[in-house]
Every structure is written in structure tokens, then in C-alpha cells.
């Protein structure tokens, strides 16, 4: 069984209002209908303690191979979703965050190169080299995505929360779609 995220991981990750955690709103990055619950406990270097409840809260949902969701979630009763004023909207040019360009993984990388020197180039030379590195090596997706994680994992130690949330979201509207 692979995992997908649901509508609500949907929202939750476009929306600015936070209720999961970093480590839970990565592995909502992670979930792309690709990946086992195996695989992505592996990835995000858990117990599953994380899968299960994101599973149990209706965010991540078991797919089999050929998309359809299995027969046990299908019977699941979930409680209907919090419904969300509508975002209000950003008069044209007053904002430094919105993001007009086209998705690609190329983008990406350009985004987390930047952060990556902005962030430990001088507080930390050799995770900088390291981070560096690896955004060389990504040629696909899933890994871009997991070194985004780590970015952001440790972004949130340096700096917290708030500006790891920020990077998440430029992230997710940098990438190309699943």
C-alpha cells in the first residue's frame, strides 16, 4: 500500500494557518502516492508514530499500486473537515512572497542553494558543503524533496519554527506538481 495525501494535507500544506508539526508536514511532502509506509518511515527516520496518526487524522490515506483506495479506509467514518474563511486576497505587488514563476526542480534547487549559504555557509562550513552537495546529486523529485526536509529540519533548529514554515511554503510552490 502506498501513501497519498488527502484533501486536507492538501490544505493544510496551502494553507498559512499551521495545526501539524514540521516533521508531520514533511512527511505530507514526502506522500506522493510512490511511496509504502515502509519507505517513508525509513525517510523521515521514524517509528511510525507519525504515518499513523496523519493516517488515523485523515491527512494521509493508503492507495494500492494501481491508485484506488484500499477497502478498510474506504469504510473509515472521518469527520468532515474544518471549513476556512477564504484567504484574503494580496492587493498586486504587496507582497515579497508571492511566487509567479514557473515550477521546476531547477528553481528549487536555486532556492535551497540560497538558503543553504544563507543559512550555514558561515555558522556551519562543512553541513554547507554537505547540503551543497547533495542538491548536485538530486536529479528527481523525491530527491529534492527529502533534502529540502533536512534543510528545513535544520533551518527550524537555528532559526524556528516560523521560518522553517516560511521555507516549506516557498518550497511547495517552487516544485513541480506530483
Known amino acids: 500500500m ?5 484533501e486536507k494535507a492538501k490544505r493544510e500544506l496551502s494553507s498559512r494557518q499551521r495545526v501539524l508539526n514540521i516533521r508531520e508536514r514533511g512527511a505530507l511532502f514526502l ?14 527516520r521514524d517509528d511510525g508514530s507519525i504515518l ?8 494521509l490515506v ?3 499500486a494501481s491508485g484506488h483506495r484500499a477497502l478498510a479506509l474506504e469504510t473509515k ?4 473537515a474544518l471549513q476556512l474563511p477564504p484567504a484574503p486576497v494580496a492587493p498586486p505587488g504587496s507582497s515579497s512572497d508571492n511566487f509567479d514563476g514557473k515550477r521546476s526542480l ?22 554547507a558543503h554537505q547540503y551543497r552537495d547533495q ?4 536529479r528527481d523529485r523525491e530527491s ?8 528545513i529540519v535544520k533551518v527550524e533548529e537555528i532559526a524556528g519554527s516560523e521560518r522553517a514554515d516560511g521555507l516549506s511554503e516557498r518550497i511547495a510552490m517552487m516544485l513541480p506538481p506530483e
Do not use: N, W
Open 144 to 151: 529534492m524533496v527529502a533534502i529540502a526536509r533536512d534543510i
Open 31 to 44: 506522500a506522493d502516492g510512490c511511496k509504502t509506509q515502509d519507505e517513508m518511515q525509513v525517510l523521515l
Open 135 to 138: 542538491l548536485r546529486q538530486a
Open 77 to 80: 467514518v472521518v469527520a468532515p
Open 106 to 127: 531547477a528553481t528549487t534547487r536555486m532556492f535551497l542553494f540560497d538558503i543553504c549559504e544563507r543559512m550555514f555557509s558561515k555558522k556551519a562550513p562543512a553541513l
Open 52 to 59: 499513523q496518526k496523519l493516517i488515523s487524522d485523515g491527512y
Open 2 to 6: 502506498h501513501l497519498h495525501k488527502s
Open 62 to 64: 493508503r492507495l494500492e
